[in-house]
């Protein structure tokens, strides 16, 4: 038997990926790793600092020399450089900056290495765009979330909203298929299901259905 496993969950924005992932964390009480805050927190400080989004070397350096921890419980928290940007972190401007950001090598360097740290301590479920495909290939249980453009754009809204936050419906859901096209066309990890990845379209389900399929497949794997 397995003393550690890892779960692998990609798909495109607005699939539920940081949901499901929490309740899968919480269910079976092992650690979550929101691999998309860490790409926010650096898109967030860029922003802060001014700094030209289109100018890599710059964009890369600064992500070398930041710290950037996650902070798992009831409440999970994301520091960057010390300070909770929880919440900053998912303005519309991050959310606009962080696919050109994503798409630098270097900066994808820098997040993938503490990333991969974290899945050798202990039993993870991790999401992003690339987990399955690249940052965890040999997880125990890779998941491809996806659902409609308009179930994605309505998700998206109403976080936004929940947070305080004020756009337009058919601005999100142009932001997002804005940001499905950089992530499906950059040249490092784009967004694609892992050969082996099961893939699972969330439209219409609640989250107790798709955390319920996702622990059945994963008993399939490892002995739980």
């Known amino acids: 038997m397995k003393n550690t496993y890892q779960i692998a969950i990609d798909g495109p924005a607005g699939a539920g990926k940081s949901t499901i992932a929490k309740a899968i964390a919480r269910r079976l009480g092992i650690l979550y790793v929101d691999t998309g805050a ?14 030209p989004l289109d100018q890599e070397q710059t964009i890369s350096d600064m992500a070398w020399n930041t710290d950037i921890v996650l902070k798992n419980g009831e409440d999970e928290r994301v520091l960057c450089d010390g300070k909770d940007v929880t919440e900053e972190i998912r303005s519309p401007e991050v959310t606009r900056a962080v696919s050109i950001i994503a798409a630098y090598p270097k900066v994808r360097e820098r997040l993938v290495a503490i990333q991969r740290r974290k899945a050798q301590e202990k039993s993870v479920v991790m999401d992003g765009r690339d987990i399955g495909t690249y940052v965890l290939p040999q997880a125990d249980l890779k998941i491809f979330l996806t659902a409609s453009l308009e179930e994605r754009s309505k998700r998206r809204w109403l976080e936004l909203q929940q947070r305080g936050k004020k756009q337009s419906l058919e601005s999100v859901q142009e932001d997002i298929i804005n940001r499905d096209r950089l992530d499906r066309e950059r040249k490092v990890s784009p967004l694609v299901p892992a050969d082996d990845a099961y893939i699972l379209d969330t439209t219409g389900l609640s989250i107790e259905e798709i955390v319920e399929d996702i622990v059945n497949n994963l008993k399939t794997k490892v002995n739980l």
């Open 38 to 51: 860490m790409y926010r927190a650096i898109a967030y400080k860029a922003n802060t600092l001014n700094l």
